[in-house]
């Protein structure tokens, strides 16, 4: 990344941008596109929050829900012998842009999960923003490079936040153009999924989601964290963890620019105590203890939606936020990866039947091969899986 914009190795992101005049001159620049975002909203946003209350479930089965994000620069020697461990077949790798010239250890790196179900993220930087034509070569480097090994691809990410170098809508549409002029011409077998909004900031989504550009989305992907409104069952200007996967979705089914998938890219809380490798300030921080409960629980509450194809949990090994602590190098096992283990075990065979709440008790009922699972919890407990035999 260049100046302004900076990486931060602590926490996996861009730094803030600190130079405020630039951020002012670059919104002013892109007000058109803004002032499109916001008027696309608030035509769409209603109406697909009346048909949200109509769409049913589709069938979205254990096998291929849980996902799990890895890194080039964490343990990249252990990192497979753990998610064996945790059994999930399904892992995002991100590969930056501006990292073009490690394309090979990428490569590498990907070529050691051969029993994995690959989807590479392509992050982006403000020089290939602005500049397509290096957007298109290194594109097409990955593509080529990956051909036969992924078909799968993330492109771009958090598209609504600057620091990321994105200021408008616009410029994210034309920056996944390129991708999708690429899949068009010359890799026709790739699916490219967009547009990877973060937080529930859905009037960012709803302009990828309806324009004139002739793009179309594979799936929808959605950074869809809730962490800093602490539980996933507790609400946003009305909206829970559920509310917002059913909204979200019917804007997927109401747009003619993407198939009806939705993909769940990014979430995760991020820990106490962890500071600088936390992304957040300690304010939105939570416990060990906690941190395990509530990705339990999103899990169940997505697969409970039976609308989300797959959640990507960010990340295996991270210091501030991931399963795995891997400060000086020494890898210690947090509560929540033996938590994810568990659940994986019981619901990576399974088949949703119902959901319901009563008297602040939720509760899952799946089939699987051992008999029908059961998944209690409430506010303040951790979810209990017990079967009943099929007779």
């Given at each position: 990344m260049k100046p302004p914009f900076a990486w931060d190795s602590y926490s996996d992101q861009p730094s803030i941008i600190k130079d405020k005049a630039l951020k002012r001159q670059m919104r002013r620049s892109t007000l058109p596109s803004l002032i499109k975002t916001f008027c696309i909203?608030?035509?769409?946003?209603?109406?697909?929050?009346?048909?949200?209350?109509?769409?049913?479930?589709?069938?979205?089965?254990?096998?291929?829900?849980?996902?799990?994000?890895?890194?080039?620069?964490?343990?990249?020697?252990t990192t497979p012998y753990l998610l064996d461990e945790l059994g999930v077949t399904k892992i995002l790798i991100r590969i930056p842009l501006w990292e073009i010239e490690?394309?090979?250890?990428?490569?590498?790196?990907?070529?050691?999960?051969?029993?994995?179900?690959?989807t590479v993220?392509?992050?982006?930087?403000?020089?290939?923003?602005?500049?397509?034509?290096?957007t298109k070569d290194h594109l097409s480097q990955i593509f080529h490079a990956l051909d036969g090994i992924c078909d799968n691809y993330i492109i771009g990410s958090t598209i609504?936040?600057?620091?990321?170098?994105?200021?408008?809508?616009?410029?994210?549409l034309n920056f996944y153009a390129i991708a999708y002029d690429l899949k068009r011409k010359h890799f026709p077998?790739?699916?490219?999924?967009?547009?990877?909004?973060?937080?529930?900031?859905?009037?960012?989504t709803t302009h990828t989601l309806f324009n004139l550009t002739k793009v179309k989305f594979d799936a929808l992907g959605s950074l869809l964290y809730v962490d800093r409104r602490g539980a996933p069952e507790n609400t946003q200007m009305g909206f829970n963890l559920l509310g917002k996967i059913n909204l979200l979705y019917s804007l997927i089914r109401l747009s003619p620019k993407t198939s009806n998938s939705l993909i769940i890219t990014e979430t995760n809380w991020p820990l106490k105590g962890t500071a600088p490798y936390a992304p957040t300030s300690e304010h939105e921080c939570v416990s060990e203890e906690d941190y395990a409960m509530y990705m339990v629980r999103y899990?169940?509450?997505?697969?409970?939606?039976?609308?989300?194809?797959?959640?990507?949990?960010?990340?295996?090994?991270?210091?501030?936020y991931g399963l795995i602590d891997n400060r000086e190098g020494i890898i210690q096992k947090r509560s929540a990866f033996e938590a994810y283990k568990i659940m994986v075990s019981h619901l990576g065979d399974a088949t949703f039947v119902h959901y319901s709440i009563k008297d602040n008790e939720y509760q899952l009922v799946c089939s699987t091969p051992r008999g029908k699972l059961y998944i209690h919890w409430t506010l303040t407990t951790h979810p209990i899986y017990t079967y009943k035999e099929v007779l």
């Open positions: 909203a608030l035509f769409i946003l209603p109406l697909a929050w009346v048909i949200s209350f109509f769409i049913p479930r589709v069938r979205i089965t254990g096998k291929q829900f849980f996902g799990m994000g890895v890194n080039l620069d964490k343990e990249p020697n490690k394309l090979h250890e990428y490569i590498t790196f990907i070529k050691t999960f051969n029993n994995k179900h690959i993220a392509i992050l982006q930087d403000r020089e290939h923003i602005t500049s397509p034509s290096l609504n936040r600057a620091k990321w170098g994105f200021f408008s809508v616009n410029e994210y077998h790739l699916k490219l999924i967009g547009s990877n909004v973060i937080d529930f900031e859905y009037h960012f899990y169940l509450l997505a697969f409970a939606s039976q609308k989300v194809s797959c959640v990507y949990w960010h990340q295996l090994i991270a210091p501030g």
